[in-house]
């Protein structure tokens, strides 16, 4: 049997799991800081990476207690080591560097969407796929389309050039006034409005698989803001965002969505031709996106391949899902020096731990 204990601190949850043989979870403790910073529509990294100094030695312990396990019964720790907040990133690695410095055990620096793919394999009905498999990884950071044609062998083929998926989902949230994540909430409000009331804009961009939500979240800005003004570029778009007050005749579950539509749409459609293109066996959907119900629907229904993404609950960012990623990377021989570096940017590519 192979142990892993992983910690998790890229955004705004202190997380740690335990997980044996890649696919069992003895342990999966998340203490999201989601009511700090929901006062500010958004993570506000300085008391992101706070609050998870201040919480994460509780959360590793518990972690450890509910898996019923001792370092020794462990065979590895694997850390977030990027992309993600540099300030929150810093607080696990070394916390985990700390750790296995005092045990003995070895480290391993884990991509952060290579955990999101490897959130699949978590599924209780988990089957090894077919290679290859195009990956699409939507969360409030990334949104990114990858052939993967092995465990840990990725190519980025495409992804978004402006906002991320959930990004797009926060910010028309906060705009119509909605708590924050905005992606549960305009689920939410979209259950009950018509997607039909606003006909928002499919985005089409130069490159085959790329996506860029900018401009349909400026089309909701100015279908939904009072002032006229409340559009333009730059900083000054920005503050319109933040500042809009809503039209008196605004049906906030119609905006919602016809919004949640035009965003869904157009990642089924990337995807889809993503999907043919390149002849894959399945398609991987993970990320805080992946929860969305529309979407799941959508992709298994325009495709005739499976459709796969992780359970609700690990859809959002975890533990568990780096411990699954660094099972297989365990077994593999990779391991990380203790002077390893954590990296707020860093694509998933084949030779992703390279450098
Ligand atoms: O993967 P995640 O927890 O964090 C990142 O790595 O970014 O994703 C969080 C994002 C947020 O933007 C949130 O609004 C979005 O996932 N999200 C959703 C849903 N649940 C979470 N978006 C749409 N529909 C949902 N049900
Ligand atoms: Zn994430």
Redesign the pocket.
Request: hydrophobic share 25%.
């Given at each position: 049997m192979t142990a892993i204990l992983a910690i998790e601190t890229?955004?705004d949850?202190t997380a740690a799991a335990v997980v044996t043989d890649g696919r069992t979870i003895r342990s999966n403790i998340v203490a999201s800081q989601v009511d700090l910073h929901a006062q500010y529509g958004g993570v506000f990294p300085e008391l992101a990476s706070r609050a998870h100094a201040e919480t994460i030695s509780a959360v590793v312990e518990r972690a450890m207690r509910e898996a019923d396990m001792t370092y020794a019964d462990l065979d590895a720790i694997a850390v977030t080591q990027g992309p993600?907040l540099i300030g929150s990133l810093l607080v696990g690695v070394n916390f985990a560097k700390g750790l296995a410095l005092a045990t003995g055990l070895p480290l391993l620096g884990i991509n952060?969407l290579e955990g999101?793919v490897y959130s699949l394999w978590l599924a209780p009905d988990f089957s090894e796929p077919e290679f290859p498999i195009l990956a699409l990884i939507?969360?409030?950071?990334?949104s990114e389309l990858l052939i993967m044609r092995d465990h840990g062998v990725y190519k980025r083929i495409g992804g978004t050039i402006d906002d991320?998926?959930?990004?797009a989902?926060?910010k028309v949230?906060r705009l119509l006034g909605l708590p924050?994540?905005?992606?549960?909430?305009?689920?939410r409000a979209a259950q009950s409005g018509a997607h039909d009331a606003y006909d928002f804009p499919r985005a089409k961009t130069a490159g085959a698989y790329d996506l860029s939500f900018s401009g349909l979240k400026t089309a909701v800005l100015r279908a939904v803001a009072r002032q006229p003004s409340a559009s333009g570029q730059g900083r000054r778009q920005r503050r319109a965002e933040k500042r809009a007050e809503l039209r008196d005749d605004i049906n906030i579950s119609d905006v919602a969505a016809a919004f949640?539509d035009a965003l869904t749409d157009a990642l089924m459609t990337t995807s889809c031709r993503a999907a043919r293109d390149f002849d894959v066996n399945a398609v991987y959907l993970a990320?805080?996106?992946s929860?969305?119900?529309l979407?799941r629907e959508k992709l298994s229904a325009a495709l005739a391949l499976p459709v796969r993404y992780p359970p609700l609950w690990l859809?959002?960012?975890n533990a568990a899902m780096i411990a699954a990623a660094a099972y297989f990377r365990f077994h593999a021989g990779h391991r990380s020096p203790l002077d390893f570096e954590a990296r707020a940017s860093w694509r998933l590519s084949e030779d992703v731990y390279a450098d």
């Open positions: 890229s955004c949850e993600g952060h999101h939507v969360s409030g950071g990334h991320a998926a959930g990004e989902f926060d949230g924050f994540p905005g992606g549960p909430a305009i689920e949640q990320g805080g996106v929860a969305n119900r979407l859809c959002t960012d």
